[in-house]
């Protein structure tokens, strides 16, 4: 059974304050891994899609990598409207669903 | 991205009544869409997942008499929550996929059952 677990449960940062999330995944195959924002009471809106490890692929103030095993999702100089929960998901290779970690909230304080 | 639309937004219904959420991709044909349920602070559970044309195929533990889908075309998805509960008050969410490309998700319903 695909597994995907973030780290840490909730971040608190200043702004300007530069910080990672982890994503650790288990999967049969990896055919993606997806991240995604979040805000309350919203659908998520997707942020990118990484297909093999070495991957990295950058949006503004956000850049996600990717290895075997886990993913990071690294904020640069991060502002208030950054403030959202951010969520992983993995896509064993054959199959069409998505496996959705927990969530990782971030609070951005000016 | 792509473009979601999910409706209603927010529903309050009396328990023992039946809801309908729709779910249109607006701007590409979907041949799987998803529904989910979302917990507060929890992440999103797949409850079901429909195929146009086909039925929908349900997760373990989720009453497929209970929570009725349609897929009639390749642009629209419903959920019918039917005799719902207050059990049943939760967060509902869509998502459509292309083809085997990234997920989009609508905007959610926030179902409340009194």
């Known amino acids: 059974e695909d597994q995907v677990t973030q780290s840490p449960e909730a971040l608190r940062l200043q702004e300007g304050e530069s910080s990672s999330l982890n994503c650790s995944y288990t999967v049969s195959g990896l055919r993606g891994l997806f991240w995604y924002r979040q805000d309350p009471g919203k659908g998520p809106e997707f942020l990118f899609t990484?297909?093999?490890a070495g991957e990295e692929k950058e949006k503004e103030r956000l850049k996600a990598t990717l290895t075997k095993k886990e993913s990071f999702l690294h904020i640069t100089a991060p502002k208030p409207e950054d403030s959202a929960t951010y969520l992983c998901a993995v896509q064993a290779r054959g199959d069409y669903k998505l496996s959705f970690g927990a969530g990782t909230t971030v609070t951005v304080r000016a | 991205g792509a473009v979601v639309s999910q409706h209603p937004s927010r529903v309050i219904c009396k328990s023992g009544t039946s809801v309908k959420i729709e779910c249109r991709s607006l701007?590409?044909?979907?041949?799987?869409m998803f529904w989910y349920r979302q917990f507060p602070k929890q992440s999103l559970m797949l409850m079901a997942t429909s195929n146009e044309g086909s039925k929908a195929t349900y997760e373990q533990g989720v009453e497929k008499d209970k929570f009725l889908i349609n897929h009639a075309s390749l642009t629209l998805s419903t959920l019918t929550v039917t005799s719902a509960h207050p059990e049943d008050s939760s967060f509902y969410i869509c998502?459509?996929?292309?083809?085997?490309?990234?997920?989009?998700f609508g905007q959610g319903t926030r179902l409340t059952v009194v």
């Open positions: 998502s459509a996929r292309k083809m085997d490309t990234e997920a989009f």
């Open positions: 990484l297909y093999s």
């Open positions: 701007d590409f044909q979907a041949t799987t």
